[in-house]
């Protein structure tokens, strides 16, 4: 086996996903891609080539996550985890007096449980490789809006576990990142019948993204408009 950094990206077949698994293969990484839809997967497969791997699956799923890790474990190590994958929940988002508890229970399990458990799985591969978390954040986890109630505590809580993962693992990277606003579909669904044409497409993020990868700042929440900001 060839001595290549490997990344595994939930939520790989659109958006922000795509666009980091594109941008890494384009600079010699090998990506596994997992996603619920895997037709769209696959034609993110098809699009990039051998060197991305599409699993597709709902991250939601024990046995799927249980399936990553043992694929993973072939690899020998994990150089990148990057909890992408997200639920926004019911659109139009609803106020939280009217927020019903089973969506809401599933946005938390979406957001906050599945990167956990992944992380736990993934934990010895990626200490082998001395390994990056990235969890993908939102400014809704420091902000109050409304509507944004439930998916707004799912990322508070996703940053928290990410900030005290840091402390008890100092040996691996964890970062949460805010990306902004970006035109993808789950933007769209926040604001249904709205025209989002004016917000960057998620391309303009990676190079955020990948300066944390390259320059391994200490772990903790970032913004990527000011990553941007900042001098190569």
């Known amino acids: 086996m060839t001595n290549r950094n490997t990344a595994l990206i939930t939520g790989a077949s659109a958006g922000l996903g795509r666009a980091l698994s594109r941008q890494l293969i384009t600079d010699g990484w090998r990506v596994i891609g997992t996603a619920r839809g895997a037709q769209r997967l696959q034609r993110v497969g098809d699009e990039l080539g051998?060197?991305?791997?599409?699993?597709?699956?709902?991250?939601?799923?024990?046995?799927?996550?249980?399936?990553?890790?043992?694929?993973?474990?072939?690899?020998?190590?994990?150089?990148?985890?990057?909890?992408?994958?997200?639920?926004?929940?019911?659109?139009p988002m609803p106020r939280l007096e009217r927020y019903p508890l089973d969506e809401f229970g599933r946005v938390f399990d979406t957001n906050v449980i599945a990167p956990l458990d992944l992380i736990q799985i993934?934990?010895?591969?990626?200490?082998?490789?001395?390994?990056?978390?990235?969890?993908?954040?939102?400014?809704?986890?420091?902000?109050?809006?409304?509507?944004?109630?439930?998916?707004g505590a799912s990322k508070a809580a996703l940053d928290q576990l990410g900030a005290v993962l840091a402390?008890?693992?100092?040996?691996?990277?964890?970062?949460?990142?805010?990306?902004?606003?970006?035109?993808?579909?789950?933007?769209?669904?926040?604001?249904?019948?709205?025209?989002?044409?004016?917000?960057?497409?998620?391309?303009?993020?990676v190079p955020a993204l990948l300066r944390l990868l390259g320059s391994r700042p200490p772990s903790g929440r970032y913004v990527a408009a000011d990553l941007a900001q900042v001098p190569a």
């Open 50 to 91: 051998p060197d991305f791997l599409a699993v597709p699956g709902d991250i939601t799923d024990p046995v799927h996550r249980t399936g990553l890790g043992l694929l993973v474990g072939g690899y020998g190590g994990l150089d990148l985890l990057v909890n992408n994958a997200s639920r926004l929940g019911p659109s």
């Open 122 to 151: 993934l934990l010895p591969a990626l200490r082998a490789a001395d390994g990056v978390i990235m969890d993908i954040s939102s400014d809704a986890a420091v902000a109050a809006y409304p509507g944004w109630g439930g998916y």
């Open 167 to 205: 402390e008890e693992t100092p040996e691996l990277r964890v970062y949460a990142v805010d990306p902004g606003d970006m035109r993808t579909q789950m933007h769209q669904a926040a604001f249904p019948g709205e025209d989002i044409s004016d917000r960057p497409e998620p391309a303009t993020v």
